[in-house]
């Protein structure tokens, strides 16, 4: 029985995604309310933890800096920064509003990559070109294949600015492979499909991906300071047009 096992796989062009867990995990305490005022029970629970593993068929990949654990085969390593075309300040300030590196550590030729373990967990999916696009929830990017590029999109609305939420976001397009950081297991994730003529509202701190498609509002749930603050939603995500919404509606659980 080996200490890890593979719980998905993707692959594309060259590039071969896995998802690992750990077998054999360490156990931590975890205090439960018993109902009486300070009391509490305690129980031993598992902690899970996850490992990216990247194998390269003569191809390429981009994984955030600081993430690789160990690699072998014949593979060459080089730094690239993402939208290259922009400037130093403004990569550094996209960077800053969406709290994802202005670079990547690309890896080229034929080999396997090997992640360092994470408590997060790790979605694999695949683009097959422009009109797969998405908006990513801050510092979930991870992995892609190298044909799939990370920019930085700014939304017009201009009360996203107040929502806590930032009026800019990651966004990945192009083909391939692609994996991203989640609070929670690909099980526990809901997907909306966004019909035209319909609207998806959505609390921004339960939000992981979405299309590029959609055209999105970030505001208030309702007209009107004193509205607003007597719905107790705050800022939101109003989406409408066609795509969908991927949503992680346990992510606060503990």
């Known amino acids: 029985m080996t200490f890890r096992q593979v719980i998905q796989e993707e692959s594309r062009g060259g590039v071969t995604m896995r998802v690992h867990r750990f077998v054999e995990k360490k156990m931590v305490a975890r205090g439960i309310p018993t109902g009486v005022e300070g009391q509490f029970h305690y129980i031993a629970e598992p902690?899970?933890?996850?490992?990216?593993?990247?194998?390269?068929?003569?191809?390429?990949?981009?994984?955030?800096?600081?993430?690789?654990?160990?690699?072998?085969?014949?593979?060459?390593?080089?730094?690239?920064?993402?939208?290259?075309?922009?400037?130093?300040?403004?990569?550094?300030?996209?960077?800053?509003?969406?709290?994802?590196?202005?670079?990547?550590?690309?890896?080229?030729?034929?080999?396997?990559?090997?992640?360092?373990?994470?408590?997060?967990?790790?979605?694999?999916?695949?683009?097959?070109?422009?009109?797969?696009?998405?908006?990513?929830?801050?510092?979930?990017f991870y992995a892609c294949a190298a044909d799939i590029s990370l920019t930085t999109h700014m939304h017009k609305s201009v009360s996203g600015m107040f929502s806590g939420n930032g009026l800019a976001q990651p966004k990945i397009t192009g083909t391939g492979v692609f994996a991203v950081e989640s609070p929670v297991a690909v099980h526990e994730i809901d997907e909306v499909t966004v019909l035209p003529g319909q609207e998806?509202?959505?609390?921004?701190?339960?939000?992981?991906?979405?299309?590029?498609?959609?055209?999105?509002?970030?505001?208030?749930?309702?007209?009107?300071?004193?509205?607003?603050?007597?719905?107790?939603?705050?800022?939101?995500?109003?989406?409408?047009?066609s795509g969908s919404v991927w949503i992680t509606p346990s992510s606060r659980i503990a």
Request: net charge negative; proline share 3%; aromatic share 8%.
């Open 200 to 241: 998806v509202v959505v609390d921004g701190d339960f939000m992981l991906m979405y299309s590029a498609s959609l055209d999105v509002t970030i505001g208030p749930l309702v007209k009107g300071l004193r509205s607003a603050m007597r719905s107790g939603e705050g800022f939101v995500y109003k989406m409408r047009g």
């Open 47 to 140: 902690t899970e933890v996850y490992q990216l593993e990247i194998v390269l068929d003569n191809a390429s990949a981009l994984i955030e800096p600081g993430a690789l654990q160990y690699s072998y085969g014949n593979l060459t390593a080089d730094v690239v920064r993402h939208e290259a075309n922009k400037g130093f300040f403004a990569r550094a300030a996209a960077s800053a509003a969406t709290g994802e590196s202005a670079h990547a550590t690309r890896y080229t030729g034929s080999g396997t990559i090997w992640c360092e373990p994470v408590r997060k967990h790790f979605i694999l999916a695949t683009m097959d070109g422009p009109q797969d696009a998405l908006l990513l929830d801050d510092r979930a």
